[in-house]
């Protein structure tokens, strides 16, 4: 597609599980990121790749959270033993030459019960 | 971490009238974003300013760098019922961003 897609759209959990959030960037964009945001908010970084360098995970909240991306394209955020205080939307962007205009996908909403 | 404070926190207008919000920051950036956030949506992009100073328009949004580096401000003209949504700032360091909190836009007919 033309755009950042996520998915799942919404998914809903309960404490202690893990969870695993998708996101397909731009074809060709070379710049991935991953941020939170909570009710009422703005957006939190949580995780940056570019390339094939290491990724930037100074804004992961805790070690139960992770991130890949394979092949520089597709990246996958896992949560491992979720909490309720992990209940956000996460945003998945996309960028290519300029890193400051970024393309964000519509957001996977996670509810942790 | 670094704080962005905007202002304000919501408005309520009637169509037509003009909008202005702002954003504030203890610290020198260099590039300022403003971005707009529909319900269930990710936010896009509306305008990206590089050059303090610098006043930069799309249609009928407007942008100014303030000169400090420190702050920028958006204007919106003629408010129609589409503008309705949240309206973040954001700043880029290494070649990450930090969003301020918001501003949510709504509008009465």
């Known amino acids: 597609g033309a755009g950042v897609s996520q998915s799942p759209s919404n998914k809903v959990t309960e404490k202690g599980k893990d969870v695993e959030l998708r996101c397909d960037p731009i074809?060709?964009?070379?710049?991935l990121y991953w941020y939170r945001q909570s009710l009422g908010q703005g957006l939190e970084f949580l995780i940056y790749f570019q390339g094939n360098s290491a990724p930037d995970k100074s804004g992961l909240p805790s070690d139960r959270f992770s991130a890949e991306r394979t092949g520089g394209s597709v990246s996958t955020l896992t949560i491992q033993r979720t909490q309720q205080e992990d209940s956000a939307v996460y945003l998945c962007a996309s960028t290519s030459t300029r890193p400051n205009e970024q393309f964000f996908g519509p957001g996977t909403r996670l509810t942790v019960l | 971490g670094q704080q962005l404070n905007q202002s304000p926190q919501s408005m309520f207008i009637q169509e037509g009238e003009d909008v202005s919000m702002n954003c504030t920051s203890s610290s020198i950036f260099n590039t300022w974003l403003w971005y707009k956030q529909d319900p269930g949506e990710g936010p896009v992009l509306l305008i990206a300013l590089y050059k303090a100073g610098e006043l930069t328009s799309n249609g009928r949004l407007t942008a100014q760098f303030g000169i400090t580096r420190k702050d920028s401000f958006l204007n919106i003209s003629a408010s129609i019922p589409s503008d309705v949504g949240i309206y973040f700032c954001a700043v880029s360091l290494a070649s990450k961003l930090t969003f301020g909190t918001g501003t949510r836009l709504q509008v009465t007919l």
């Open positions: 074809s060709g964009h070379t710049a």
